[in-house]
């Protein structure tokens, strides 16, 4: 008889490209953020590095981008996932908000600009990931 054995996955678990997976989505996400942030600062958008940016406008324009490429980078997590694309993109998701939380209470007593500014990044985390998830499921079902 060679039915499936119950006590065995289908799916085998692939750590490897798991983890390839959530590291290129993060890199992927953060480059482009890191990037759209120096050109901004080379074309003196934003000021220098290492000076406070205090206008809001300029911080609401840090986080819409920001926001963008949290949910191209979790899509981007979903995608190269080996089995669960929506657990994959919530980890990178739960990375992100565990780094920007730690960016928050590290930033506010700086003085670095709004407070609401890294705060907004850490609750956003958690909802790009998903959005990234849900939006490669969409790709799947057309």
Not at 33 to 62: F, I, R
Not at 76 to 93: E, F, K, Q, T
Request: charged share 10%.
């Amino acid at each position: 008889m060679s039915g499936p054995n119950p006590g065995v996955n289908p799916q085998p678990r692939r750590l490897g490209r798991s983890t390839a997976a959530v590291l290129v989505g993060i890199v992927v996400g953060a480059g482009l953020s890191l990037g759209t942030d120096q050109v901004l600062h080379v074309l003196h958008v934003y000021p220098p590095w290492g000076e406070p940016m205090y206008d809001p406008k300029l911080n609401l324009l840090a986080l819409s981008y920001r926001i963008v490429f949290a949910i191209l980078g979790s899509y981007i997590i979903a995608r190269m996932a080996p089995y669960s694309p929506m657990r994959h993109a919530l980890v990178g998701g739960l990375i992100g908000f565990v780094v920007s939380l730690a960016g928050a209470i590290a930033a506010i007593p700086m003085n670095l600009g709004p407070i609401w500014y890294p705060i907004a990044l850490a609750l956003t985390a958690l909802p790009c990931a998903w959005l990234g998830g849900i939006l490669y499921r969409a790709t799947q079902e057309t």
